[in-house]
């Protein structure tokens, strides 16, 4: 499978799941949740470690949030917890909106390797907890539109020059029929940041798995195709050219710089890389920064929980020991 990684960023396919007999989480009191939350601890020791969110520190708890890990909603919630393997490749939200939040990632265009991931951590939880599962309808879940198969596949997708013509809108009319979902690089209700986009299925009843898949991968492929004949047309722009050598310059030598301007401008050299316009730096390491370039993420990544006041000035650092 091409990965598509001049436009694709992550792959995440994500199923939703909810335990027979037991109350969605937002009808449940603390005292429940907290007696789900060890039930699930005890039936899952020898597959998984549960890790309550209590017992992580607040800066690591919001890095999470600005990587994509889990949701902001998570960590809002009394008793919940996350099960993460060593490489992050599946995290799993428990006492979100569902009992059980599953979530398979894979860098660049992957829904093949994602998926066989995520089945494999599904198959080890149903072994020894059983699902609400209705013959009609599919697995249970709190939210309606989640009913059926329960699965969520995400791609984010890296759309700077089809932004730079004004094509984002008559791109996404061509797809807005197909029953896929535009979102910003948080989700719902967030907004498209440096060209980010996510696409997601919206109906996860009616069709199967595999469907699913399928209609992501078509509607990728027809946004990856969009971006790189865009990219084409901007090859004869001087000017912007000139904004991503400006863009390199500026990280290279600042010694400010905020986080929406470190993303504008990290956004900008990733488009380079793939014009051929910068070649002493790899695309993989644009993408690295990109995540790292948040607040919390940085005082991880340093080692350091330096106050908000600094904030500026030690992502500049950051930025400038990375390119």
Same mark, same amino acid.
């Given at each position: 499978m091409d990965k598509f990684e001049d436009v694709v960023l992550t792959t995440r396919i994500r199923f939703a799941r909810n335990i027979k007999g037991k109350k969605f989480t937002n009808n449940m009191s603390s005292h429940e949740k907290e007696d789900l939350l060890l039930q699930i601890k005890d039936k899952l020791k020898n597959?998984?470690?549960?890790?309550?969110?209590?017992?992580?520190?607040?800066? $690591? *708890?919001k890095s999470l949030v600005e990587i994509h890990t889990i949701s902001k909603e998570l960590i809002n919630e009394n008793d919940s917890a996350i099960i993460h393997d060593e490489k992050n490749n599946i995290v799993i939200m428990i006492n979100e909106e569902d009992h059980f939040r599953i979530q398979a990632f894979a860098n660049g265009f992957d829904t093949e390797e994602t998926y066989r991931n995520i089945k494999e951590a599904d198959k080890i939880i149903s072994?020894?907890? %059983?699902?609400?599962?209705? *013959?009609?309808?599919?697995?249970? $879940?709190?939210?309606? $539109?989640?009913?059926?198969?329960g699965m969520r596949v995400s791609v984010m997708l890296h759309l700077p020059s089809l %932004? &730079?013509?004004?094509?984002?809108?008559?791109?996404?009319?061509n797809i807005s029929n197909l029953g896929i979902a535009i979102r910003g690089m948080y989700g719902e209700n967030s907004n498209s940041e440096c060209a980010i986009y996510q696409i997601s299925n919206q109906k996860t009843i009616g069709m199967t798995e595999k469907d699913i898949i399928k209609k992501v991968n078509e509607v990728t492929s027809y946004l990856v195709k969009? #971006?790189? &004949?865009?990219? #084409?047309?901007? %090859?004869?722009?001087? #000017?912007? &050219?000139?904004?991503?050598?400006?863009?390199?310059?500026?990280? *290279?030598?600042? %010694?400010?710089?905020?986080? *929406? #301007?470190a993303m504008r401008l990290l956004s900008n050299i990733y488009l380079g890389i793939n014009m051929k316009y910068i070649n002493d730096i790899k695309l993989y390491n644009i993408k690295e920064l990109m995540e790292e370039v948040g607040i919390n993420t940085l005082r991880k990544k340093l080692k350091d929980n330096f106050l908000i006041e600094e904030e500026n000035i030690r992502r500049a650092e950051y930025i400038k020991s990375k390119i």
């Open positions: 597959d998984y470690n549960v890790l309550r969110l209590s017992d992580i520190d607040d800066v $690591t *708890k072994k020894n907890i %059983e699902y609400a599962i209705n *013959k009609d309808y599919g697995y249970i $879940t709190a939210c309606p $539109t989640c009913i059926g198969t %932004e &730079k013509i004004h094509a984002l809108d008559r791109v996404f009319s969009q #971006e790189r &004949k865009a990219r #084409e047309m901007l %090859e004869t722009r001087i #000017e912007v &050219k000139d904004d991503i050598l400006r863009s390199y310059g500026i990280l *290279k030598y600042a %010694e400010l710089v905020s986080k *929406k #301007e």
